[in-house]
């Protein structure tokens, strides 16, 4: 199991960057698929991106493609999330998630991903 811990969410204007950061505890983070949902009131739980265990593949939401960008350390134990360019639509909880399996067909399936983090808010103004 993986303890995940997000953090870098805030309020900010349209226009803005943030970038998030989820820390993770445990010995085979780096073998992990990581990824990026978030759930806005009402909402279901949605993919943002994905990254592979080597960092060499990368996933993204059609929705923030071209304005957020995932990235890990493994050495860090950290996955990295940033937002460029926020809409108010991107208002939610972001939550990082691990995919032990790495199947390419799980990456932007929640019910995939076996450990959550608690989430960090996220709120653009308009």
């Known amino acids: 199991q993986v303890q995940l811990v997000e953090s870098g969410g805030g309020l900010v204007q349209a226009g803005d960057s943030l970038r998030l950061s989820c820390a993770a505890s445990?010995?085979?983070?780096?073998?992990?698929?990581m990824g990026w949902f978030r759930q806005a009131p009402g909402k279901e739980r949605e993919f943002v991106a994905a990254?592979?265990?080597?960092?060499?593949?990368?996933y993204y939401a059609d929705s923030v493609k071209g304005r957020f960008a995932i990235s890990r350390d493994n050495a860090k134990n950290t996955v990295y999330l940033q937002m460029n360019s926020l809409k108010p639509e991107d208002t939610a909880r972001y939550y990082c998630?691990?995919?032990?399996?790495?199947?390419?067909?799980?990456?932007?399936?929640?019910?995939?991903?076996?450990?959550w983090g608690q989430g960090t808010q996220v709120t653009v103004s308009s």
């Open positions: 990254i592979a265990w080597s960092g060499g593949s990368t």
């Open positions: 998630a691990a995919e032990r399996t790495g199947i390419p067909a799980y990456r932007a399936n929640p019910g995939f991903y076996e450990d």
């Open positions: 445990g010995r085979t983070f780096s073998s992990y698929t």
